[in-house]
């Protein structure tokens, strides 16, 4: 068929909801049917001579120009799914089908928007994500991840994060985010002025585009972080209330976000909002169960299942790690002065000195009433082990100011190495536990290294 004797078929041919579409072998349109506006939101005018690869969504062109070598190796496609970026920034998903005329030297093909199906699929399928994410997530950041995942599956998330609201502490933070530009904020009350903060406080979607001015309210301060083209935050409603928002950002015009977007990820936030409250839940009773409330250290079985843990690691590994036994010598005197509560602020705040003694791969345990065990590894020699135990007998000699009082207290500690002392979990105890109550014996207030 020439060319030319597409017109003649033109008034017919631009009554179907689907458009009719014909590429010479350079990829350039020579005819394309009026729906073709509906579809990508150009005028036939304005695609005629067009490389229509270059309507084709990035991420999908390298994919789509394969394909069009097989059409035009005679090999027709049926059902070929990709996306395209309207004039207008949105994003199209469209099902072909074509075949290639040798005689005509085009390519034929029969477009159809499919958006709608697709999005409902992506949709039903999200619920189905989001139930596995809930049981097979670890923990909460584990969980943020895989709900990024499944947004990004959905619309373009490149730049993703999830604020969460601490009512009691009246504390907005940002356990998850991810942004080309920008690290995470430090947490920050609820009246800061941020657009995440305004979504949690108004429980309203929230989108900012910077193409079309809008009033914003008074409650929003200035803009904190880079200044996005596109920013859109839907609240996370729990039947607690509002726990916090999702948000995603754009800082690229190949990226703008609209209300069909803003619908679909608050349909996302409704499903997410009571799975991670109940993953909060869960991570509260798990922290419950291996934790000391009072001081926030770990409990005794959590203390000694960490060290059982490390202990297997070296054993496999090769390395040092230590075990400091630490008893409080004038613990009860102090508590029987000054008073329990007195006494329960002393021992957070022993706890408090011996954290910032230590590394973060380092343990500390409470494992007794005014006994705290600490776990270091690695360590190179057992002399380095000592080094660290001065240091936390130094800190907790000074001063505590509790309750009005000064009180002073001193620290009796033994230290075993692994495996220098003992290759076991329950030897090393015993030789950490023996040498900290020979320092005790000789007048506490002091380190000592258990015998060889």
Same mark, same amino acid.
């Given at each position: 068929?020439?060319?030319?004797?597409?017109?003649? #078929?033109?008034?017919?041919?631009?009554?179907?909801?689907?458009?009719?579409?014909?590429?010479?072998?350079?990829?350039?349109?020579?005819?394309?049917?009026?729906?073709?506006?509906?579809?990508?939101?150009?005028?036939?005018?304005?695609?005629?001579?067009?490389?229509?690869?270059?309507?084709?969504?990035?991420?999908?062109?390298?994919?789509?120009?394969?394909?069009?070598?097989?059409?035009?190796?005679?090999?027709?496609?049926?059902?070929?799914?990709?996306?395209?970026?309207?004039?207008?920034?949105?994003?199209?998903?469209?099902?072909?089908?074509?075949?290639?005329?040798?005689?005509?030297?085009?390519?034929?093909?029969?477009?159809?928007?499919?958006?709608?199906?697709?999005?409902?699929?992506?949709?039903?399928?999200?619920?189905?994500?989001?139930?596995?994410?809930?049981?097979?997530?670890?923990?909460?950041?584990?969980?943020?991840?895989?709900?990024?995942?499944?947004?990004?599956?959905?619309?373009?998330?490149?730049?993703?994060?999830?604020?969460?609201?601490?009512?009691?502490?009246?504390?907005?933070?940002?356990?998850? #985010?991810?942004?080309?530009?920008?690290?995470?904020?430090?947490?920050?009350?609820?009246?800061?002025?941020?657009?995440?903060?305004?979504?949690?406080?108004?429980?309203?979607?929230?989108?900012?585009?910077?193409?079309?001015?809008?009033?914003?309210?008074?409650?929003?301060?200035?803009?904190?972080?880079?200044?996005?083209?596109?920013?859109?935050?839907?609240?996370?409603?729990?039947?607690?209330?509002?726990?916090?928002?999702?948000?995603?950002?754009?800082?690229?015009?190949?990226?703008?976000?609209?209300?069909?977007?803003?619908?679909?990820?608050?349909?996302?936030?409704?499903?997410?909002?009571?799975?991670?409250?109940?993953?909060?839940?869960?991570?509260?009773?798990?922290?419950?169960?291996?934790?000391?409330?009072?001081?926030?250290?770990?409990?005794?079985?959590? #203390?000694?299942?960490?060290?059982?843990?490390?202990?297997?690691?070296?054993?496999?590994?090769?390395?040092?790690?230590?075990?400091?036994?630490?008893?409080?010598?004038? #613990?009860?005197?102090?508590?029987?002065?000054?008073?329990?509560?007195?006494?329960?602020?002393?021992?957070?705040?022993?706890?408090?000195?011996?954290?910032?003694?230590?590394?973060?791969?380092?343990?500390?345990?409470?494992?007794?009433?005014?006994?705290?065990?600490?776990?270091?590894?690695?360590?190179?020699?057992?002399?380095?082990?000592?080094?660290?135990?001065?240091?936390?007998?130094?800190?907790?000699?000074?001063?505590?100011?509790?309750?009005?009082?000064?009180?002073?207290?001193?620290?009796?500690?033994?230290?075993?190495?692994?495996?220098?002392?003992?290759?076991?979990?329950?030897?090393?105890?015993?030789?950490?536990?023996?040498?900290?109550?020979?320092?005790?014996?000789?007048?506490?207030?002091?380190?000592?290294?258990?015998?060889?």
């Amino acid at each position: 068929m020439e060319k030319k004797e597409f017109a003649a #078929f033109g008034k017919v041919l631009d009554l179907l909801l689907d458009a009719i579409c014909a590429v010479d072998r350079d990829g350039k349109v020579v005819y394309i049917s009026a729906a073709c506006e509906r579809i990508f939101g150009y005028t036939a005018d304005e695609l005629i001579g067009a490389s229509l690869i270059d309507l084709v969504h990035p991420e999908d062109r390298q994919a789509t120009l394969r394909i069009a070598d097989e059409v035009m190796a005679g090999r027709p496609q049926q059902d070929y799914a990709n996306r395209y970026l309207r004039k207008d920034g949105k994003i199209v998903h469209v099902m072909w089908s074509a075949s290639w005329s040798e005689a005509d030297q085009l390519r034929i093909a029969v477009a159809r928007d499919v958006t709608d199906q697709k999005r409902s699929q992506n949709m039903q399928l999200s619920l189905h994500r989001i139930s596995e994410a809930a049981h097979g997530a670890d923990d909460l950041v584990e969980l943020y991840r895989r709900i990024h995942e499944i947004i990004g599956d959905l619309m373009p998330a490149r730049n993703f994060f999830v604020a969460i609201y601490d009512k009691d502490e009246d504390l907005l933070s940002f356990p998850y #985010f991810e942004d080309e530009l920008d690290e995470a904020p430090a947490p920050r009350r609820l009246d800061s002025g941020t657009f995440s903060a305004e979504v949690i406080r108004s429980g309203q979607p929230l989108l900012f585009r910077a193409d079309q001015p809008m009033q914003l309210p008074a409650t929003i301060g200035p803009l904190v972080g880079s200044d996005s083209l596109d920013w859109l935050g839907v609240p996370l409603r729990s039947s607690n209330g509002i726990v916090g928002a999702i948000v995603v950002q754009s800082y690229s015009g190949d990226v703008r976000y609209s209300e069909d977007d803003q619908s679909l990820l608050q349909f996302v936030s409704n499903q997410i909002a009571s799975v991670i409250e109940r993953k909060k839940s869960e991570n509260r009773l798990r922290y419950v169960a291996r934790h000391d409330m009072l001081t926030g250290l770990p409990n005794r079985e959590w #203390f000694d299942s960490c060290l059982q843990d490390a202990l297997e690691r070296h054993a496999t590994g090769g390395g040092r790690l230590a075990l400091l036994y630490l008893d409080l010598d004038t #613990f009860k005197e102090a508590n029987d002065s000054f008073g329990h509560a007195a006494g329960d602020m002393l021992l957070r705040d022993v706890a408090r000195r011996i954290r910032s003694c230590i590394r973060e791969s380092d343990i500390a345990g409470r494992v007794g009433g005014d006994e705290i065990a600490v776990v270091l590894d690695p360590v190179r020699n057992p002399a380095d082990a000592a080094v660290v135990a001065e240091k936390i007998r130094a800190a907790l000699a000074e001063p505590f100011t509790e309750s009005g009082h000064s009180i002073r207290i001193s620290a009796s500690i033994g230290i075993a190495v692994y495996p220098d002392h003992g290759e076991d979990r329950d030897k090393l105890i015993r030789r950490a536990d023996s040498a900290m109550y020979k320092a005790k014996k000789s007048g506490g207030n002091c380190c000592l290294m258990a015998d060889s």
